[in-house]
């Protein structure tokens, strides 16, 4: 295999007299064309640092003030090169020289800066295998017709296979460069347009390099050597990985990676002792209803599906029976392996003869040995423009399982106007214009004038937003670390509706047509609020301007005693279904084991909230889970003083729920207990507890809760607090107990 040559690329920036000419406006001022080939030489540098990081890069400025090169002193004046005059792969530091252009402004020679280009190329390079680019950003000044110099350096660009590109910014008129391109092949333009679409992309270029190569199998004895290539894939953002900032502060010369490493560790989630489950005791297992069935990686090995690498014809079908919306992956083309003449021959005759008789070819593919068979339908397309070949676009077909059936209610028949408005409303949006062209063809005696077509929107133009934002983002931030994300601003603009097609919807008045055809109107969801007693509690609180409320004098719409529920319906089962009905309403339902609540030690907090929120067979399970973690908080308490920040954990755990739930003696009993608490690790855990404000439950976070904001203060605060409220209090059978409200809510 050939050693693959190497890329360089050498950026030479007019920043003379004539580029400081303004040539449009911007947010910060006028724009010159200085700025716009520093723009787009910035772009090039992002690109290559990026998505080809080990593309070489040199970038030099003519036209400057100064002078810093290694032929100043042979009279090359006006050319400084950046970044100390290295040529070399992109890094942070190429992006800063950018940031710091040199003062220009003074008259500039495109020759003295090819001179010095190709003098660092050549000494970069000497004998090693490079594919050398020089890109020119300048206008038509700064080259003089019949320049000897400029001659030369155009014959060590064909001595050395150095190409140039010269890009004219701002300028309708080539001008001297234009007998330049034309005498040799290693010059050619490029348009201001399509490099800065070509820097502007955010993707890695890739190469017409095949996925796979194989046999079309068509028969017994016919077979035709084929290979598929990546016709479009899917471009997503890359992965961000973890970091130890701890590691990257370190010296560099202490310092040995900043990865983060990940172990992972398994436990049984029942197990109170929380002990790690060993390699060899783990096993993996497919769900069959609500039981678990074990496989082994023997029995794995023996289930899989074997077959060798193949594309094997099944057989063909009409094309109007394959559609788009039947692709389940990206689209891929097969076509003749490259160099073999008569599978070339073979596949044109095939593809020929397919799209006269409107075939598409149903065929079995497997891309490797033993991969999963795939369905496809090869589609043929014949050569386009170009150099562009026929070939087959592969589709991949779904199976019956991977078919979804959506059933959906019979809308009502349009009617002719319906139809009418509709069409207009596609017609204004369409985003193909036609407008007549000068081409002129003579068809017999009558000539018809051609129609070229273009389209407004198209998606090969199109960038992606959500990349291009984020690229900008991360270069910035690496330049500057305090950097802030910015706005979405221009990037959206590439996925907005078109101008002229707003112009039509606008001058058709389709909204307004559209509205009144159809009577559009907006339906609103109702939403159900389930209503609790501590909002019945403090409205009425706040209403009767009371501390306590008697809820015996609450009555709360919609809301039924469940055992008048219960009577209610039994009474109506009685009577409609007779002798029977009474029979069966006489038996008892079946009666259900009780769960078995359990809160680990190794996953308390999850293992809580998942028991409150248990509601199955209409069982509470928030008593026995709110028992449980108390009983673990406590064991991580007196268990070592490590463990206190998960019992810390455990505890603001255990008060969000029970202030979920309405829990509030529960909770506020058990933070009395840990207050008074008479071992020393107990103590210790209560300041933890005082210093994140864990403490009791208030009657503003419960309506049911009798402790007022300002005990919850004293209690956090060790504080003996006494009731301003105490002696003009009214007896106690005039109020109820915290005790009796639960019980009553209950």
Same mark, same amino acid.
């Given at each position: 295999?050939?050693?693959?040559?190497?890329?360089?690329?050498?950026?030479?920036?007019?920043?003379?007299?004539?580029?400081?000419?303004?040539?449009?406006?911007?947010?910060?001022?006028?724009?010159?064309?200085?700025?716009?080939?520093?723009?787009?030489?910035?772009?090039?540098?992002?690109?290559?640092?990026?998505?080809?990081?080990?593309?070489? *890069?040199?970038?030099?400025?003519?036209?400057?003030?100064?002078?810093?090169?290694?032929?100043?002193?042979?009279?090359?004046?006006?050319?400084?090169?950046?970044?100390?005059?290295?040529?070399?792969?992109?890094?942070?530091?190429?992006?800063?020289?950018?940031?710091?252009?040199?003062? %220009?402004?003074?008259?500039?020679?495109?020759?003295? %800066?090819?001179?010095?280009?190709?003098?660092?190329?050549?000494?970069?390079?000497?004998?090693?295998?490079?594919?050398?680019?020089?890109?020119?950003?300048?206008?038509?000044?700064?080259?003089?017709?019949?320049?000897?110099?400029?001659?030369?350096? *155009?014959?060590?660009?064909?001595?050395?296979?150095?190409?140039?590109?010269?890009?004219?910014?701002?300028?309708?008129?080539?001008?001297?460069?234009?007998?330049?391109?034309?005498?040799?092949?290693?010059?050619?333009?490029?348009?201001? #347009?399509?490099?800065?679409?070509?820097?502007?992309?955010?993707?890695?270029?890739?190469?017409?390099?095949?996925?796979?190569?194989?046999?079309?199998?068509?028969?017994?004895?016919?077979?035709?050597?084929?290979?598929?290539?990546?016709?479009?894939?899917?471009?997503?953002?890359?992965?961000?990985?973890?970091?130890?900032?701890?590691?990257?502060?370190? $010296?560099?010369?202490?310092?040995?990676?900043?990865?983060?490493?990940?172990?992972?560790?398994?436990?049984?989630?029942?197990?109170?002792?929380?002990?790690?489950?060993?390699?060899?005791?783990?096993?993996?297992?497919?769900?069959?209803?609500?039981?678990?069935?074990?496989?082994?990686? @023997?029995?794995?090995?023996?289930?899989?599906?074997?077959?060798?690498?193949?594309?094997?014809?099944?057989?063909?079908?009409?094309?109007?029976?394959?559609?788009?919306?039947?692709?389940?992956?990206?689209?891929?083309?097969?076509?003749?392996?490259?160099?073999?003449?008569?599978? @070339?021959?073979?596949?044109?005759?095939?593809?020929?003869?397919?799209?006269?008789?409107?075939?598409?070819?149903?065929?079995?593919?497997?891309?490797?040995?033993?991969?999963?068979?795939?369905?496809?339908?090869?589609?043929?397309?014949?050569? %386009?423009?170009?150099?562009?070949?026929?070939?087959?676009?592969?589709?991949?077909?779904?199976?019956?399982?991977?078919?979804?059936?959506?059933?959906?209610?019979?809308?009502?028949?349009?009617?002719?106007?319906?139809?009418?408005?509709?069409?207009?409303?596609?017609?204004?949006?369409?985003?193909?214009?036609?407008?007549?062209?000068?081409?002129?063809?003579?068809?017999?005696?009558?000539?018809?004038?051609?129609?070229?077509?273009?389209?407004?929107?198209?998606?090969?133009?199109?960038?992606?937003?959500?990349?291009?934002?984020?690229?900008?983002?991360?270069?910035?931030?690496?330049?500057?670390?305090?950097?802030?994300?910015?706005?979405?601003?221009?990037?959206?603009?590439?996925?907005?509706?078109?101008?002229?097609?707003?112009?039509?919807?606008?001058?058709?008045?389709?909204?307004?047509?559209?509205? %009144?055809?159809?009577?559009?109107?907006?339906?609103?969801?109702?939403?159900?609020?389930?209503?609790?007693?501590? #909002?019945?509690?403090? =409205?009425?609180?706040?209403?009767?301007?009371? =501390?306590?409320?008697?809820?015996?004098?609450?009555?709360?719409?919609?809301?039924?005693?469940?055992?008048?529920?219960?009577?209610? +319906?039994?009474?109506?089962?009685?009577?409609?279904?007779?002798?029977?009905?009474?029979?069966?309403?006489?038996?008892?339902?079946?009666?259900?084991?009780?769960?078995?609540?359990?809160?680990?030690?190794?996953?308390?907090?999850?293992?809580?909230?998942?028991?409150?929120?248990?509601?199955?067979?209409?069982?509470?399970?928030?008593?026995?889970?709110?028992?449980?973690?108390?009983?673990?908080? +406590?064991?991580?308490?007196?268990?070592?003083?490590?463990?206190?920040?998960?019992?810390?954990?455990?505890?603001?755990?255990?008060?969000?729920?029970?202030?979920?739930?309405?829990?509030?003696?529960?909770?506020?009993?058990?933070?009395?207990?840990?207050?008074?608490? #008479?071992?020393?690790?107990?103590?210790?855990?209560?300041?933890?507890?005082?210093?994140?404000?864990?403490?009791?439950?208030?009657?503003?976070?419960?309506?049911?809760?009798?402790?007022?904001?300002?005990?919850?203060?004293?209690?956090?605060?060790?504080?003996?607090?006494?009731? $301003?409220?105490?002696?003009?209090?009214?007896?106690?059978?005039?109020?109820?107990?915290?005790?009796?409200?639960?019980?009553?809510?209950?």
């Amino acid at each position: 295999m050939a050693w693959r040559a190497k890329d360089m690329t050498f950026i030479l920036l007019d920043v003379g007299r004539t580029m400081q000419d303004a040539v449009a406006s911007g947010e910060h001022g006028k724009v010159t064309k200085a700025d716009m080939a520093l723009r787009i030489t910035r772009n090039l540098v992002q690109q290559k640092l990026l998505f080809n990081p080990k593309h070489e *890069v040199g970038i030099a400025f003519f036209g400057t003030v100064g002078t810093c090169n290694a032929l100043q002193a042979d009279g090359y004046e006006r050319v400084v090169v950046a970044c100390d005059g290295k040529v070399d792969v992109p890094d942070i530091d190429t992006l800063r020289c950018l940031s710091a252009v040199p003062a %220009g402004g003074e008259e500039s020679d495109a020759v003295n %800066g090819l001179i010095v280009a190709l003098d660092l190329i050549i000494k970069r390079t000497r004998d090693q295998k490079y594919q050398k680019t020089i890109r020119v950003l300048t206008d038509s000044n700064s080259i003089a017709s019949g320049d000897q110099d400029l001659l030369e350096c *155009v014959r060590q660009f064909e001595v050395t296979g150095t190409k140039l590109a010269v890009t004219l910014v701002a300028t309708a008129v080539p001008g001297p460069w234009t007998p330049i391109v034309q005498a040799s092949p290693q010059v050619e333009f490029t348009p201001l #347009e399509a490099l800065a679409r070509s820097c502007s992309l955010c993707v890695k270029p890739v190469e017409q390099r095949a996925k796979v190569r194989l046999h079309l199998v068509i028969g017994p004895e016919l077979s035709i050597p084929v290979a598929v290539y990546t016709h479009t894939t899917r471009v997503s953002f890359p992965t961000l990985k973890k970091r130890s900032k701890l590691a990257a502060a370190m $010296p560099k010369e202490h310092q040995r990676t900043d990865n983060v490493v990940v172990e992972r560790t398994y436990h049984l989630a029942d197990d109170p002792d929380g002990e790690e489950v060993k390699q060899e005791d783990r096993i993996k297992g497919h769900k069959y209803g609500s039981s678990i069935v074990p496989m082994s990686e @023997y029995d794995e090995a023996a289930l899989m599906y074997t077959c060798e690498r193949t594309l094997t014809a099944l057989g063909f079908a009409p094309a109007d029976s394959v559609g788009p919306e039947s692709s389940m992956r990206q689209v891929e083309a097969v076509a003749a392996d490259k160099g073999d003449a008569r599978a @070339y021959c073979a596949m044109e005759s095939l593809i020929e003869a397919m799209l006269d008789e409107r075939r598409v070819l149903i065929a079995r593919y497997s891309f490797r040995k033993n991969a999963p068979p795939k369905m496809v339908a090869l589609i043929p397309r014949g050569a %386009g423009r170009g150099d562009r070949m026929s070939c087959l676009d592969m589709q991949y077909l779904p199976f019956t399982e991977d078919i979804r059936e959506w059933t959906c209610a019979s809308l009502p028949e349009p009617t002719a106007k319906h139809r009418d408005v509709v069409s207009a409303l596609v017609d204004a949006m369409n985003l193909e214009t036609a407008h007549v062209g000068s081409t002129t063809h003579q068809a017999g005696a009558a000539g018809a004038t051609l129609e070229n077509t273009d389209e407004l929107l198209q998606p090969e133009d199109t960038h992606n937003p959500a990349l291009t934002r984020f690229y900008r983002f991360l270069t910035q931030r690496a330049v500057d670390p305090a950097a802030k994300v910015p706005n979405p601003g221009a990037e959206l603009r590439n996925v907005e509706r078109p101008a002229r097609v707003l112009e039509r919807l606008r001058t058709a008045g389709l909204t307004n047509l559209l509205k %009144g055809t159809f009577g559009l109107h907006k339906v609103e969801k109702q939403v159900k609020t389930k209503r609790f007693w501590r #909002e019945a509690i403090a =409205e009425k609180r706040k209403a009767w301007d009371l =501390e306590e409320v008697d809820t015996k004098r609450i009555k709360v719409e919609g809301w039924v005693k469940k055992s008048e529920k219960e009577e209610e +319906e039994k009474v109506k089962d009685e009577g409609s279904q007779g002798l029977h009905g009474a029979i069966g309403a006489g038996m008892a339902a079946p009666v259900e084991p009780l769960p078995r609540v359990h809160i680990g030690s190794v996953h308390p907090e999850r293992d809580f909230e998942r028991w409150l929120a248990h509601r199955a067979g209409g069982i509470d399970t928030a008593v026995q889970a709110i028992e449980q973690m108390r009983d673990v908080i +406590e064991r991580l308490i007196e268990e070592d003083v490590d463990l206190h920040p998960k019992a810390l954990s455990c505890l603001n755990t255990l008060r969000r729920g029970c202030v979920r739930e309405g829990e509030v003696l529960a909770f506020n009993d058990f933070v009395r207990r840990l207050r008074f608490g #008479e071992t020393k690790r107990r103590a210790q855990f209560w300041e933890r507890a005082r210093e994140a404000s864990l403490g009791l439950v208030t009657d503003a976070e419960v309506a049911t809760s009798t402790v007022s904001t300002e005990e919850a203060r004293a209690f956090l605060a060790n504080e003996v607090y006494v009731s $301003p409220q105490k002696a003009s209090a009214p007896p106690a059978a005039a109020t109820l107990s915290e005790m009796d409200l639960e019980a009553m809510i209950e």
